[in-house]
């Protein structure tokens, strides 16, 4: 089983900031097969990048992902009050799993 | 546009049975991979278990194995979660989504909006 850990638990930052969020996974994820999820109060997840590095449909160029192998990371460039979120890395190379999540929080 | 309705989560006692189901629409349900994520409450997401396309192919979380059984109904655009045995920790919104491909290595997308199981005596 492929255990993903994301840091950190918790991030503050103020509208306009950049986001830099990691998740590291105990061991290579086969074909950069990490994704990111978007998850606000009382909704359900929403994806925003796939291959570790492609943005989903409709999700704004403000949010991007690098990484392979074992560490990866989802950028947020500038953030706007809609992105205040937790944010969840899933891999899908050997079988499913999720990281604990990271809350984005407003400073 | 695609939809996941998801319906059946209940209050039920520790050693109980569950049955839940997810009605799909909008996509050619039986070419592509289903499956079902948890969230307990006030924690993070949990992947239980997926079906291939075909339903000829499942996979299962350690935690759910021999006591969760997913299939699915292509000809009605139905999956379901048959679940047995069930603990207080099973207690958990349970999400139906819908993987990128027919078989293995799927990302989720869309979710449903997710159905509340409650495991309590």
């Known amino acids: 089983e492929i255990v993903l850990t994301q840091s950190p638990g918790t991030l503050s930052l103020s509208p306009g900031e950049r986001a830099t969020l990691s998740c590291r996974a105990s061991?290579?994820?086969?074909?950069?097969?990490l994704a990111w999820y978007q998850q606000k109060p009382g909704r359900a997840p929403r994806l925003l990048i796939y291959?570790?590095?492609v943005r989903a449909a409709g999700i704004p160029d403000r949010f991007s992902g690098s990484g392979s192998g074992t560490d990866f990371t989802l950028t947020i460039s500038r953030l706007e009050p809609e992105d205040f979120a937790v944010y969840y890395c899933?891999?899908?190379?050997?079988?499913?799993?999720f990281g604990q999540g990271t809350k984005l929080e407003i400073k | 546009d695609v939809q996941l309705l998801e319906s059946g989560g209940d209050l039920v006692q520790p050693g109980g049975s569950l049955r839940l189901s997810c009605e799909a629409s909008?996509?050619?349900?039986?070419?592509?991979?289903m499956g079902w994520v948890r969230q307990a409450p006030g924690k993070g997401l949990e992947w239980v278990s997926a079906?291939?396309?075909?339903?000829?192919?499942?996979y299962y979380a350690d935690y759910v194995k021999g006591r969760f059984t997913i299939s699915r109904d292509n000809a009605n655009n139905m999956l379901y979660l048959e679940m047995n045995s069930l603990r207080v920790e099973d207690t958990a919104l349970y999400y139906c989504?819908?993987?990128?491909?027919?078989?293995?290595?799927?990302?989720?997308?869309?979710w449903g909006q997710g159905t509340l199981v409650t495991v309590s005596s």
């Open positions: 899933q891999q899908y190379g050997s079988l499913y799993s």
């Open positions: 079906i291939s396309g075909r339903g000829d192919n499942t």
């Open positions: 909008g996509f050619t349900f039986s070419s592509y991979a």
């Open positions: 291959s570790a590095s």
């Open positions: 989504v819908k993987g990128k491909y027919s078989g293995s290595h799927n990302y989720f997308d869309p």
């Open positions: 061991q290579s994820v086969t074909s950069t097969y």
